[in-house]
């Protein structure tokens, strides 16, 4: 989807919606693009549908290594404070026609894979 495209979808998503911030629209965008990337590398190139978990391990990873400690901040103030939470924005954009959807996909995919406190938070705190 194009830049423009996008943006329109999350203004429109956005007069709707108050749950989360602007921000963790485009995270959750960029999440996707990067775990998609890595997948499409473990599979010699070949893109595939990503699922729920394999997106939440991907948006985990991929704030840890985009915000580091400050990850559990900003997703806080973003108001993604569980996994739940990616789905319902994922569904959002399915709903907007952003992302498509298979039959066997359901909000129920993104329950409580992993705790934000043991993903975002734990990595950083001494032992």
Same mark, same amino acid.
């Given at each position: 989807?194009?830049?423009?495209?996008?943006?329109?979808?999350?203004?429109?998503?956005?007069?709707? *919606? !108050? =749950?989360?911030?602007? @921000?963790?629209?485009? &995270?959750?965008?960029?999440?996707?693009?990067?775990?998609?990337?890595?997948?499409?590398?473990?599979?010699?190139? *070949? !893109? =595939?549908?990503?699922? @729920?978990?394999?997106? &939440?391990?991907?948006?985990?990873?991929?704030?840890?290594?985009?915000?580091?400690?400050?990850?559990?901040?900003?997703?806080?103030?973003?108001?993604?404070v569980k996994c739940r939470n990616v789905g319902e924005i994922v569904?959002?954009?399915i709903e907007n026609g952003v992302f498509g959807k298979q039959d066997?996909?359901?909000?129920?995919?993104?329950?409580?894979?992993?705790?934000?406190?043991?993903?975002?938070t734990a990595p950083f705190i001494a032992a």
């Amino acid at each position: 989807m194009q830049s423009n495209q996008f943006e329109h979808a999350v203004t429109a998503i956005l007069k709707k *919606e !108050k =749950r989360f911030q602007p @921000g963790a629209y485009f &995270l959750v965008r960029e999440a996707l693009d990067f775990t998609v990337d890595r997948l499409s590398k473990e599979s010699n190139g *070949e !893109k =595939r549908h990503v699922s @729920g978990k394999e997106l &939440l391990h991907g948006f985990r990873d991929y704030v840890l290594h985009e915000y580091g400690p400050m990850g559990a901040t900003l997703l806080q103030d973003w108001g993604i404070v569980k996994c739940r939470n990616v789905g319902e924005i994922v569904f959002l954009f399915i709903e907007n026609g952003v992302f498509g959807k298979q039959d066997s996909d359901s909000l129920d995919d993104f329950d409580e894979i992993f705790t934000f406190e043991e993903a975002f938070t734990a990595p950083f705190i001494a032992a």
